[in-house]
Nanobody
Protein backbone atom coordinates (compact mmCIF):
# COMPACT_ATOMS: atom_id res chain seq x y z
CA UNK A 1 0.00 0.00 0.00
CA UNK A 2 1.35 3.38 -1.01
CA UNK A 3 1.50 5.71 1.97
CA UNK A 4 2.85 9.23 2.44
CA UNK A 5 3.25 10.89 5.84
CA UNK A 6 4.17 14.56 6.16
CA UNK A 7 5.85 16.23 9.11
CA UNK A 8 7.60 19.48 9.89
CA UNK A 9 4.78 21.98 9.73
CA UNK A 10 4.33 24.64 12.37
CA UNK A 11 4.16 28.35 13.04
CA UNK A 12 6.85 30.77 11.95
CA UNK A 13 7.22 34.50 11.52
CA UNK A 14 7.48 36.08 8.10
CA UNK A 15 10.98 35.70 6.72
CA UNK A 16 11.54 32.45 8.57
CA UNK A 17 12.13 28.94 7.29
CA UNK A 18 10.64 25.49 7.65
CA UNK A 19 11.52 22.11 6.21
CA UNK A 20 8.71 19.68 5.51
CA UNK A 21 9.37 15.98 5.26
CA UNK A 22 7.40 13.28 3.49
CA UNK A 23 8.13 9.70 4.47
CA UNK A 24 7.09 7.24 1.79
CA UNK A 25 6.20 3.60 2.31
CA UNK A 26 4.85 0.90 0.04
CA UNK A 27 6.93 2.15 -2.88
CA UNK A 28 10.41 3.38 -3.71
CA UNK A 29 10.64 7.13 -4.25
CA UNK A 30 12.94 6.63 -7.25
CA UNK A 31 10.09 4.89 -9.06
CA UNK A 32 7.58 7.71 -8.76
CA UNK A 33 7.19 11.35 -9.68
CA UNK A 34 7.06 13.32 -6.43
CA UNK A 35 5.75 16.69 -5.41
CA UNK A 36 4.03 19.05 -3.01
CA UNK A 37 0.85 21.03 -3.15
CA UNK A 38 -0.96 23.26 -0.69
CA UNK A 39 -4.44 24.40 0.12
CA UNK A 40 -5.24 27.55 2.04
CA UNK A 41 -8.62 28.04 3.75
CA UNK A 42 -11.29 28.86 1.20
CA UNK A 43 -8.91 28.45 -1.71
CA UNK A 44 -8.31 25.80 -4.30
CA UNK A 45 -5.43 23.34 -4.36
CA UNK A 46 -2.22 24.97 -5.56
CA UNK A 47 0.72 23.05 -6.98
CA UNK A 48 3.97 23.94 -5.21
CA UNK A 49 6.68 21.77 -6.70
CA UNK A 50 7.25 18.53 -8.54
CA UNK A 51 10.20 16.43 -9.66
CA UNK A 52 10.46 13.42 -11.91
CA UNK A 53 13.58 11.26 -11.89
CA UNK A 54 12.40 9.33 -14.92
CA UNK A 55 12.34 12.24 -17.38
CA UNK A 56 14.13 14.94 -15.38
CA UNK A 57 11.17 17.29 -15.48
CA UNK A 58 10.57 19.67 -12.59
CA UNK A 59 8.11 22.36 -11.64
CA UNK A 60 7.96 25.19 -9.14
CA UNK A 61 5.10 27.65 -8.87
CA UNK A 62 6.26 31.12 -9.87
CA UNK A 63 5.58 32.58 -6.42
CA UNK A 64 7.84 29.97 -4.84
CA UNK A 65 10.77 29.91 -7.21
CA UNK A 66 13.94 30.91 -5.41
CA UNK A 67 12.34 30.41 -1.99
CA UNK A 68 11.28 26.75 -1.96
CA UNK A 69 13.50 23.80 -2.80
CA UNK A 70 12.53 20.17 -3.13
CA UNK A 71 14.99 17.38 -2.40
CA UNK A 72 14.97 13.59 -2.19
CA UNK A 73 16.82 11.24 0.18
CA UNK A 74 16.74 7.87 -1.52
CA UNK A 75 18.36 6.10 1.44
CA UNK A 76 15.53 7.21 3.74
CA UNK A 77 12.83 6.91 1.07
CA UNK A 78 11.86 10.43 2.06
CA UNK A 79 11.57 13.73 0.25
CA UNK A 80 11.58 17.26 1.54
CA UNK A 81 10.41 20.78 0.89
CA UNK A 82 12.73 23.47 2.21
CA UNK A 83 10.82 26.72 2.52
CA UNK A 84 12.74 29.95 3.05
CA UNK A 85 11.69 33.60 3.20
CA UNK A 86 8.20 32.55 4.18
CA UNK A 87 5.36 35.02 3.73
CA UNK A 88 1.94 35.19 5.40
CA UNK A 89 0.38 34.19 2.06
CA UNK A 90 2.25 30.89 2.31
CA UNK A 91 -0.04 29.89 5.18
CA UNK A 92 -1.79 26.67 4.16
CA UNK A 93 -1.99 22.96 4.70
CA UNK A 94 0.84 21.39 2.74
CA UNK A 95 0.54 17.94 1.24
CA UNK A 96 3.11 15.69 -0.36
CA UNK A 97 2.06 13.77 -3.44
CA UNK A 98 3.19 11.03 -5.75
CA UNK A 99 2.39 9.99 -9.29
CA UNK A 100 3.44 7.01 -11.36
CA UNK A 101 6.85 7.43 -12.92
CA UNK A 102 5.53 8.21 -16.40
CA UNK A 103 3.95 11.42 -15.12
CA UNK A 104 5.70 14.56 -16.37
CA UNK A 105 6.00 17.40 -13.88
CA UNK A 106 3.64 20.15 -14.95
CA UNK A 107 1.01 22.24 -13.24
CA UNK A 108 -1.64 20.03 -14.82
CA UNK A 109 -0.35 17.01 -12.87
CA UNK A 110 -1.79 18.45 -9.65
CA UNK A 111 -5.34 18.00 -10.91
CA UNK A 112 -5.07 14.22 -10.71
CA UNK A 113 -2.96 12.71 -7.95
CA UNK A 114 -2.08 9.06 -7.54
CA UNK A 115 -1.29 9.35 -3.84
CA UNK A 116 -1.08 12.06 -1.20
CA UNK A 117 -0.51 12.45 2.51
CA UNK A 118 -2.70 13.75 5.30
CA UNK A 119 -1.22 17.25 5.22
CA UNK A 120 0.71 19.41 7.65
CA UNK A 121 -0.26 22.95 8.61
CA UNK A 122 2.13 25.83 8.00
CA UNK A 123 1.21 29.17 9.56
CA UNK A 124 3.24 32.27 8.77
CA UNK A 125 2.57 35.35 10.87
CA UNK A 126 3.44 38.90 9.90
Amino acid sequence: EVQLVESGGGSVQAGGSLRLSCAASGFIVDDYTLGWFRQAPGKEREGVSCFSLSDGSSYYADSMKGRFTMSIDNAKNTFYLQMNSLKPEDTAVYYCAAWTADTTCHISAFALLDAWGQGTLVTVSS
